[in-house]
């Protein structure tokens, strides 16, 4: 594997800390021990407060500077971490940036529709527009591209969540990187466990820990689709991921695995087990998750060490993806207790 031969910009601040949460672990332990849980933080990538989507756009974007592009074009849900660093990728890079935002949720109040993501989309400069839920989001960006290179621009158009093969890569090199630090510290990662949307993140991370011969296996834990769905996206992405880095065939459908049991009533819709799960991270190790990905990843993970789906030796790293600027999104979905 050559990832060097791709066209990247530097937007991260990489490699991330791989740390252990030692609280956590002995918090969520029972009387026969626990796994020890580590957590790989992607959240602090740097670019407008970090997040997973930063890796993808060292990529995506590299290629929309070498097509000549002067204007980027994406979509997200309102709440979208994506969308945000999108636009401060963009800002940084000197392009225009349009975000096409879909109402997925039907939450109207100011703090969601307003608040969170939607204010640093627009601090950074980014023209808003909103969809409704359920409309063809790829077809509007296509639309849009048109009426924009119709006008003389040259848009450069990046799905949903950054996910296809070329922002799968921003994975693919987050493998490596997390495999070379275990090796560092002399860490036998058994699991990896983070939160699956748009399906580029695990898709990456699949191929890369594949092609290193790792035996490192990933679970997804999903905040949308059922998993027959969430699993055969992700193993789409994978197998075109690999064929992009010239290894058609490395990923096998074993190797992609989702548990979808803690989405809750859908995307973006917050869960007991979520808001449980924020909480527990900030008093226990004052790490700061989010409503829509990171939370729900998190309430997966406590479930399944409480169900005793890891052995008390094993190592379990959680990538933390980021998001927590939806936090202020969601302000009522947490109860906190009153002031004293
Ligand atoms: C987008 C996102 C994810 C999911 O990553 P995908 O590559 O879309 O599967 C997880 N966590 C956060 C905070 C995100 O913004």
Redesign the pocket.
């Known amino acids: 594997m050559n990832l060097a031969r791709f066209p990247r910009i530097r937007l991260g601040h990489l490699p991330t800390p791989l740390e252990p949460m030692e609280r956590l672990s002995r918090h969520l332990a029972g009387p026969g021990g626990g796994p020890k849980l580590w957590i790989k933080r992607d959240d602090c990538t740097g670019l407008a407060t970090g997040?997973?989507?930063t890796r993808k756009l060292e990529y995506l974007m590299a290629e929309a500077l070498a097509q000549g592009a002067d204007t980027v074009i994406t979509q997200g849900a309102t709440q979208s971490?994506?969308a945000r660093q999108t636009a401060a990728a963009a800002a940084k890079l000197g392009l225009l940036c349009h975000i096409l935002l879909e109402d997925r949720t039907g939450y109207t109040d100011a703090a969601y529709a307003q608040s969170g993501n939607v204010l640093l989309d627009k601090l950074h400069g980014a023209t808003v527009s909103r969809r409704p839920g359920g409309a063809d989001m790829a077809a509007e960006m296509e639309a849009l591209a048109g009426e924009l290179r119709a006008a003389g621009r040259k848009p450069y158009v990046i799905p949903g969540?950054g996910?296809n093969p070329v922002g799968a890569l921003g994975y693919v090199n987050a493998a490596l990187e997390l495999v070379n630090q275990a090796a560092e510290m002399g860490l036998r990662i058994d699991h990896v466990v983070h939160?699956?949307?748009?399906?580029?993140?695990?898709a990456g991370l699949v191929t890369g820990l594949v092609a290193l011969n790792s035996n490192i296996p990933v679970l997804g834990i999903g905040v949308r689709a059922p998993r027959d769905k969430q699993e055969a996206n992700v193993l789409a992405l994978a197998e075109r991921t690999a064929e992009h880095l010239g290894l058609p065939g490395i990923v096998r459908a074993e190797h992609v695995v989702a548990n979808c049991d803690y989405v809750g009533q859908g995307y973006g819709i917050p869960t007991e087990g979520m808001v449980r799960a924020v909480r527990l991270l900030a008093e226990q190790e004052g790490i700061l998750l989010?409503p829509v990905?990171?939370g729900k990843g998190m309430a997966g993970l406590i479930d399944l060490v409480g169900k005793g789906r890891f052995r008390p030796d094993e190592n379990v790293v959680f990538l933390h993806?980021?998001?927590a600027v939806g936090l202020f999104g969601y302000p009522d979905a947490f109860g906190l207790p009153p002031e004293a």
């Open positions: 997040g997973n989507k971490n994506h969540g996910s939160a699956t949307g748009s399906a580029g993140t695990q989010d990905y990171s993806t980021g998001g």
